[in-house]
């Protein structure tokens, strides 16, 4: 990551704050921008051509953010970006943004892994549950290992709780050849 993309990422995190945006909503409409420009070769032909004048690029831009329903401070960050010429930058600059997003509203990454497939009451008590670990909230990816036989096994950041009936398994195994 550049030194650069931070710089817009604090940048735009610090409007958000200022301008009570929803940070979800907004990550989600950066998102909507960013896989629009992604998939048009024709889009960033014309956003990234430097003999297209500003304004033409400024009235492609506003066609977007209308139809995408963008916040008037998203829509100013991509002309920023756009009229610096770092549009190129722009999914590593939305990289940094997200994770400022995530610790200015508490929010954590988990992986869960489970020996089978969880349904919508497992799912919720497990985040609560994680969420309580993680102090804040918790957004989940869910993984599936048959080889766990039982329970799961959470990893928060870089922290691993085992809570699987292998794990359990091997820490008896284990008490058992130390005894």
Same mark, same amino acid.
């Given at each position: 990551?550049?030194?650069?993309?931070?710089?817009?990422?604090?940048?735009?995190?610090?409007?958000?704050?200022?301008?009570?945006?929803?940070?979800?909503?907004?990550?989600?409409?950066?998102?909507?921008?960013?896989?629009?420009?992604?998939?048009?070769?024709?889009?960033?032909?014309?956003?990234?051509?430097?003999?297209?004048?500003?304004?033409?690029?400024?009235?492609?831009?506003?066609?977007?953010?209308?139809?995408?329903?963008?916040?008037?401070?998203?829509?100013?960050?991509?002309?920023?970006?756009?009229?610096?010429?770092?549009?190129?930058?722009?999914?590593?600059?939305?990289?940094?943004?997200?994770?400022?997003?995530?610790?200015?509203?508490?929010? #954590?990454?988990?992986?869960?892994?489970?020996? @089978?497939?969880?349904?919508? !009451? *497992?799912?919720?008590? /497990?985040?609560?549950? &994680? #969420?309580?670990?993680?102090?804040?909230?918790? @957004?989940?990816?869910?993984? !599936? *290992?048959?080889?766990? /036989?039982?329970?799961? &096994?959470?990893?928060?950041?870089?922290?691993?709780?085992?809570?699987?009936?292998?794990?359990?398994?091997?820490? /008896?195994?284990?008490?058992?050849?130390?005894?």
């Amino acid at each position: 990551m550049s030194v650069l993309s931070l710089r817009y990422a604090h940048a735009f995190a610090a409007v958000a704050a200022s301008a009570h945006l929803d940070a979800v909503a907004a990550q989600q409409q950066l998102g909507d921008f960013s896989g629009t420009f992604a998939g048009s070769h024709d889009l960033r032909e014309v956003l990234m051509n430097p003999s297209i004048a500003n304004e033409q690029k400024l009235k492609v831009l506003d066609a977007i953010a209308g139809r995408i329903g963008m916040f008037p401070q998203v829509r100013n960050f991509i002309a920023v970006i756009m009229d610096h010429q770092r549009l190129d930058e722009l999914n590593e600059i939305l990289e940094e943004y997200h994770v400022l997003a995530d610790e200015q509203s508490n929010m #954590a990454e988990a992986e869960i892994t489970s020996a @089978r497939p969880l349904n919508d !009451q *497992d799912r919720a008590e /497990l985040e609560a549950q &994680v #969420a309580k670990l993680a102090g804040g909230r918790v @957004r989940a990816t869910y993984l !599936q *290992d048959a080889t766990l /036989l039982g329970g799961a &096994v959470v990893r928060l950041g870089s922290t691993v709780y085992d809570g699987s009936i292998r794990g359990q398994l091997q820490q /008896l195994k284990q008490k058992l050849v130390n005894a």
